[in-house]
């Protein structure tokens, strides 16, 4: 795909699940992100889950629909159906009919793999709004991370599909050492293809990720990541009426807060994880966590199959701990700064993965530019592999390090590709990267 033109376009719409002033007197989660089956169709060399085989024991669809209306009572706003892949579950438009007609948005993540045209259909006359499909790079890079040749074309594919459909298109990208300088080009194709929404988020150590230490960007790389990402949202997201919705692990205040969170000029900005607060997880197999991504060793507070999800919400220590914890609750480096009320070390699912507990994030770009300003970085070392279960992490080591002194502003590259190089590469490229940086980069460690 060639370079595109820029055109202007209305501004991204607000969230359904955007918190009110009502919902900060009531107090209950919004949003709901559900793991209907772990099997996948894909590969993904980053999967949190290690998804690929259905769970042994996963709900029945009469236990889904049950599921459906303690959510709608909860007072739930919208549900993402995740997976694995989501409608490799053959009741899936059952349980997206009942989300809709319960009154709750309906939305849904895929790899894209096989979004045939049938489905497409199903997923209209469900009544789900919006279908995010998983793009992490040009085609070389994003087939090798998600583990299928041909991913690529298939995930667009699937996208083109959605965008003739009535149904909103949105993209979701992890930003790694394989994807970041690669980012410009593929907003281009995202502009291309129509969506309406891009959110990303920074690839963590947990399950397949966690085997692979040399995909993960370093805490100091954020002082590339942010410089790029208010390039992208000035020159390229905005313009084109595209809603850039950073992940929680994306942050944390610093002079790129504003711009980059989405309604920040409004005011908007990190307020501390939504783990159990105003979101939800639940796994295929009933469990309820405050996050789908936090470890489920750690942070299940029961099953629905035994406890109401408004009873776990309510008393679990699992869910409650996160919402509840203050200041004296942090260490390392996030306990003593200037932000710590507000942002409680940022996300729970990055500190977690990286270090065995929260309250120490490393990956934040106020930290890295205060580290900057002493002359030195942070860098992180594997010191434990993962066990090979779903939502597994090892263990890593924060190495506090002196920093070289960094290029002129116009010299400076990212992660190593020139500007210029970054700059001209197109959609149609298969990649920035040799194949064997790619292999060198997704190898088990």
Same mark, same amino acid.
């Given at each position: 795909?060639?370079?595109?033109?820029?055109?202007?376009?209305? /501004?991204? /719409?607000?969230?359904?699940?955007?918190?009110?002033?009502? #919902?900060? $007197?009531?107090?209950?989660?919004?949003?709901?992100?559900?793991?209907?089956?772990?099997?996948?169709?894909?590969?993904?060399?980053?999967?949190?889950?290690?998804? =690929?085989?259905?769970?042994? #024991?996963?709900?029945?669809?009469?236990?889904?629909?049950?599921?459906?209306?303690?959510?709608?009572?909860?007072?739930?706003?919208?549900?993402?159906?995740?997976?694995?892949?989501?409608?490799?579950?053959?009741?899936?438009? $059952?349980?997206?009919?009942?989300?809709?007609?319960?009154?709750?948005?309906?939305?849904?993540?895929?790899?894209?793999?096989?979004?045939?045209? !049938? /489905?497409? $259909?199903?997923?209209?006359?469900?009544?789900?709004?919006?279908?995010?499909?998983?793009?992490?790079?040009?085609?070389?890079?994003?087939?090798?991370?998600? =583990?299928?040749?041909?991913?690529?074309?298939?995930?667009?594919? @699937?996208?083109?599909?959605?965008?003739?459909?009535?149904? /909103?298109?949105?993209?979701?990208?992890?930003?790694?050492?394989?994807?970041?300088?690669?980012?410009?080009?593929?907003?281009?194709?995202?502009?291309?293809?129509?969506?309406?929404?891009?959110?990303?988020?920074?690839?963590?150590?947990? =399950?397949?990720?966690?085997?692979?230490?040399?995909?993960?960007?370093?805490?100091? #790389?954020?002082?590339?990541?942010?410089?790029?990402?208010?390039?992208?949202?000035?020159?390229?997201?905005?313009?084109?009426?595209? =809603?850039?919705?950073?992940?929680?692990?994306?942050?944390?205040?610093?002079?790129?807060?504003?711009?980059?969170?989405?309604?920040?000029?409004?005011?908007?900005?990190?307020?501390?994880?939504?783990?159990?607060?105003?979101?939800?997880?639940?796994?295929?197999?009933?469990?309820?966590?405050?996050?789908?991504?936090?470890?489920?060793?750690?942070?299940?507070?029961?099953?629905?199959?035994?406890?109401?999800?408004?009873?776990?919400?309510?008393?679990?220590?699992?869910?409650?701990?996160?919402?509840?914890?203050?200041?004296?609750?942090?260490?390392?480096?996030?306990?003593?700064?200037?932000?710590?009320?507000?942002?409680?070390?940022?996300?729970?699912?990055?500190?977690?993965?990286?270090?065995?507990?929260?309250?120490?994030?490393?990956?934040?770009?106020?930290?890295?530019?205060?580290?900057?300003?002493?002359?030195?970085?942070?860098?992180?070392?594997?010191? $434990?592999?993962?066990?090979?279960?779903?939502? #597994?992490?090892?263990?890593?080591?924060?190495?506090?390090?002196?920093?070289?002194?960094?290029?002129?502003?116009?010299?400076?590259?990212?992660?190593?590709?020139?500007?210029? !190089?970054?700059?001209?590469?197109?959609?149609?490229?298969?990649?920035?990267?040799?194949?064997?940086?790619?292999?060198?980069?997704?190898? @088990?460690?």
């Amino acid at each position: 795909m060639a370079m595109t033109t820029i055109t202007t376009k209305p /501004r991204a /719409r607000r969230p359904v699940r955007a918190v009110t002033p009502e #919902d900060l $007197e009531r107090g209950t989660p919004l949003y709901c992100v559900w793991e209907i089956t772990l099997a996948c169709d894909l590969g993904c060399r980053h999967c949190g889950s290690r998804a =690929g085989k259905a769970r042994p #024991d996963e709900l029945s669809t009469k236990e889904c629909l049950e599921v459906v209306d303690q959510l709608a009572k909860l007072g739930i706003r919208e549900v993402t159906l995740i997976g694995g892949e989501a409608y490799l579950r053959e009741d899936w438009p $059952e349980i997206a009919a009942e989300i809709t007609r319960q009154g709750m948005v309906c939305s849904m993540t895929t790899g894209g793999r096989d979004l045939s045209a !049938e /489905r497409v $259909e199903q997923a209209v006359a469900s009544g789900i709004k919006l279908i995010s499909v998983s793009l992490d790079g040009l085609q070389q890079t994003h087939d090798a991370l998600r =583990g299928r040749k041909g991913a690529f074309e298939s995930a667009l594919a @699937s996208a083109k599909r959605i965008a003739d459909s009535p149904i /909103r298109l949105g993209a979701n990208t992890q930003i790694n050492r394989l994807s970041l300088p690669e980012l410009p080009a593929l907003v281009d194709v995202l502009v291309e293809l129509g969506i309406n929404a891009w959110q990303i988020q920074l690839t963590v150590p947990m =399950g397949r990720a966690a085997d692979r230490p040399e995909l993960l960007l370093q805490p100091y #790389d954020l002082l590339e990541v942010f410089p790029l990402l208010a390039y992208l949202k000035s020159t390229k997201l905005t313009p084109n009426g595209i =809603g850039l919705y950073p992940g929680n692990n994306i942050g944390y205040f610093g002079p790129y807060e504003q711009l980059l969170r989405f309604r920040g000029e409004e005011g908007v900005h990190w307020s501390g994880c939504s783990a159990g607060k105003w979101s939800i997880g639940l796994e295929a197999d009933g469990k309820i966590k405050g996050c789908p991504s936090l470890p489920t060793q750690h942070y299940t507070g029961a099953n629905v199959r035994d406890l109401s999800i408004a009873e776990t919400v309510a008393t679990t220590p699992e869910l409650k701990y996160l919402r509840e914890r203050t200041v004296e609750d942090l260490w390392g480096y996030c306990r003593t700064c200037y932000y710590a009320a507000e942002c409680k070390a940022g996300c729970s699912w990055t500190s977690h993965s990286l270090l065995g507990k929260t309250g120490n994030n490393p990956y934040c770009i106020h930290r890295a530019m205060d580290f900057e300003r002493r002359g030195q970085r942070e860098r992180v070392v594997k010191v $434990e592999g993962a066990s090979g279960k779903p939502f #597994d992490t090892g263990r890593f080591e924060i190495v506090v390090e002196d920093l070289e002194e960094r290029a002129p502003l116009e010299l400076r590259t990212i992660l190593g590709r020139s500007q210029e !190089e970054v700059a001209s590469l197109t959609g149609d490229a298969p990649s920035i990267w040799s194949l064997e940086h790619i292999r060198a980069a997704l190898k @088990s460690r």
